[in-house]
């Protein structure tokens, strides 16, 4: 992992962001909706390795 | 009794001629044969082609009377051309083909991929050429019934394979009943259905995809230009994905996905055809422009091997030794590869110029070619007809990203087939310079065409058996490679040895290539006289030297024909 984080604020602009956008996208479409973000935050990382470590953090405790 | 039809297929552009079956009351007693090839398609013909040009004759057992029904293969690669140059067709193909090199992918109406395929103009052949399989297949009969080692028998179904000591015993069946032939060796090109493969129990390696498509050729003026066309989830086919191509005589291909749980026969009924293609044309602006269909098909994607494709005295190739996804055009392509493997692997142990060890690099190089194939062809699949939920959604994702995102869109890229390099194959030479040269073609790769002149290329002059490009601006080959290559020769090698880069005949060459401007040298990366390229029967790099001694050449040609 890398050191940056985000910072308490930014995570919580982001918790809002995307909570809002997951209710705009609609049911129908949310899941369509967050597989784009993962895409495009997976090229804004640029680490395929880092991106699958954050696949197996994001499926432990479903 | 084996009783194939006589009734000419129908097509609206092909005349199939029905042909006399072979009959063994007709013919004198069978003697047990050197080769008999099993099935008469792109594998089975061109396997035997090469073997003739090595010397070594066939029997070919075609179960039907005519050519296969329905265009079938329609995209042939510059690789493919390259092959069937060799075996003398490729000039007959390039007169009726239409050649192509772009392919779009569309999505909600847009243009999200423009593919465009390179085209060197060292390259004779363009990237692709579109040709219906039936013209391919009557090309390459011609080539083989004027072929007198090849012994081409229509109407003959092989029954039974039984393996024996040393050969084979087939039980042939045919419209006055069956007949028994024997061979030292089988080669299974019955395709993709093999008979002989499923009589073995033999069990393929990979998997098999769900979805089915549609195959169908329409006649239709269509003012389109010779390009591929994908569309992705289009209205009327939801989720799905159509494929289209041009194809010669006024005929297009085109391929559709069918809605999950419909079966083939729904799909081919005559209404669902119709309305299908109706919506696609409409779909391009061509609503209610005349067409008439001329056959249909269905497919489904498989991306399967046999694990080795020699067993005994039976070796397997084509779709008979594995079963590839028409995504990419990856089936008569291999099957072309691997026939042109085998023709010569197999030439050189029947005339006893090698051991069996030879087949077994033609399995290993040819499996490694079907598992790198795999690998490619299951990209293109799981993204043309995702396989569950998880590829669909992703799938879904980069259609949506793509009309705005450049980084997704290489993801429409269908990985045309290409040839497989060798890189490790054990005919490569330990001791060249491969790994100092910097340019040419490596270990293992096809060789690079280069233009010599107005309608001269360097593939035209190569072929036949090993080949050895010699760089040299002197008149005479050194006289210790000259020994080398006459003690080889002596032995029965197939070896031609082509000077470049002299004005003037080179003694000891059989060609020389004057290369005034030095575009080859430069293209094969040889810095200076004295370098030099061993191709293979099939032309794939199996050695390379910046500076050639006899020593090294011997090695080279030694670890080239394994005893």
């Keep these: 992992m890398t050191d940056k984080a985000l910072t308490i604020d930014g995570l919580e602009t ?9 209710d705009q996208a609609g049911q129908d479409k949310a899941q369509l909706f967050l597989v784009k973000l993962a895409l495009l935050n997976a090229n804004a990382l640029a680490d395929e390795h880092l991106f699958q470590q954050q696949i197996t953090a994001a499926l432990q405790d479903l | 009794m084996h009783t194939p039809t006589t009734e000419a297929r129908p097509s609206i552009y092909y005349n199939y001629e029905v042909f006399k079956p072979w009959l063994a009351s007709a013919n004198p007693k069978q003697e047990r044969k050197k080769v008999v090839v099993v099935g008469s398609g792109p594998a089975g013909m061109v396997t035997a082609l090469e073997l003739a040009r090595h010397g070594v004759p066939s029997v070919v057992l075609s179960a039907e009377l005519q050519f296969s029904q329905g265009s079938r293969a329609i995209c042939f690669t510059r690789r493919s051309m390259e092959i069937l140059q060799q075996v003398g067709v490729a000039d007959r193909m390039t007169e009726g083909g239409l050649p192509w090199r772009f392919g779009n992918s569309f999505y ?80 299974a090109a019955d395709g993709g259905r093999s008979g002989i493969r499923s009589a ?139 026939a042109q493997s085998l023709g010569w692997h197999l030439a050189l142990v029947v005339k006893g ?12 190089e040819r499996v490694g070619a079907a598992r790198e194939i795999i690998t490619e062809a299951g990209k293109s699949t799981r993204f043309m007809a995702p396989p569950s939920k998880g590829f669909r959604l992703l799938r879904d994702a980069v259609l949506s990203l793509s009309l705005t995102q450049d980084f997704v869109r290489p993801l429409y890229h269908w990985r045309t087939s290409r040839p497989h390099e060798y890189s490790h194959s054990m005919l490569n030479s330990m001791g060249d310079d491969n790994g100092l040269f910097k340019a040419g073609p490596a270990h293992g790769a096809p060789p690079q065409n280069v233009c010599l002149g107005a309608n001269d ?25 000259q020994q080398v290559i006459q003690t080889a020769r002596a032995k029965g090698m197939p070896l031609n040895v082509i000077a470049v880069g002299a004005a003037q005949a080179v003694t000891g060459a059989d060609q020389t290539l004057p290369d005034a401007d030095g575009h080859l040298r430069q293209r094969y990366g040889v810095p200076a006289n004295g370098g030099a390229y061993l191709l293979r029967p099939d032309q794939h790099i199996c050695a390379r030297w910046l500076t050639l001694d006899a020593t090294r050449l011997q090695a080279a040609l030694t670890t080239a024909l394994p005893q």
């Excluded at chain 2, 243009?111 to 390459?140: S, W």
């Excluded at chain 2, 002059?461 to 050194?478: E, K």
């Design chain 2, 353 to 364: 110029l090698a051991g069996q060890r030879l087949l077994a690099n033609h399995s290993a």
């Design chain 1, 14 to 22: 982001v918790y809002d962001a995307l909570a809002t956008a997951i």
């Design chain 2, 457 to 481: 290329f360097l593939l035209d002059h190569l072929g036949g058996g090993f080949d050895l490009l010699y760089f040299t601006d002197a008149s005479a080959v050194p006289e210790a490679l």
């Design chain 2, 200 to 338: 073995m129990n033999l069990q393929m390696e990979g998997a098999s995809y769900e979805g089915f498509f549609v195959i169908a050729d329409i006649k239709i003026d269509l003012p389109l230009p010779t390009e591929r066309l994908a569309f992705f989830d289009p209205e009327w086919n939801p989720g799905n994905t159509i494929l289209m191509h041009r194809e010669p005589n006024g005929i297009w291909r085109v391929d559709y996905q069918l809605p999950e749980g419909e079966t083939p026969e729904e799909a081919l009924r005559p209404e669902s055809l119709k309305a299908r293609i109706d919506a696609q044309l409409a779909m391009i602006g061509h609503a209610g422009l005349k067409w008439e269909m001329d056959w249909s098909s269905v497919y489904s994607a498989r991306t399967l091997t046999l694990p080795d494709f020699v067993h005994g005295s039976v070796i397997f190739t084509g779709d008979a030794a594995h079963l590839l996804p028409i995504f990419g055009v990856r089936g008569a392509n291999t099957a072309f590869q691997d």
């Design chain 2, 108 to 187: 909600r109406g847009q243009r999200v991929f423009r593919m465009e395929a390179p085209h060197d103009a060292d390259d004779r052949f363009f990237p692709i050429i579109n040709v219906q399989q039936q013209f391919m297949e009557e090309y390459l009969h011609d080539a083989c019934k004027a072929n007198p080692l090849i012994d081409f028998r229509w109407g003959n179904k092989v029954n039974a394979v039984v393996q024996k000591d040393g050969y084979a015993q087939l039980e042939v069946d045919t419209p006055e009943g069956p007949y028994t032939l024997e061979s030292d060796w089988v080669v």
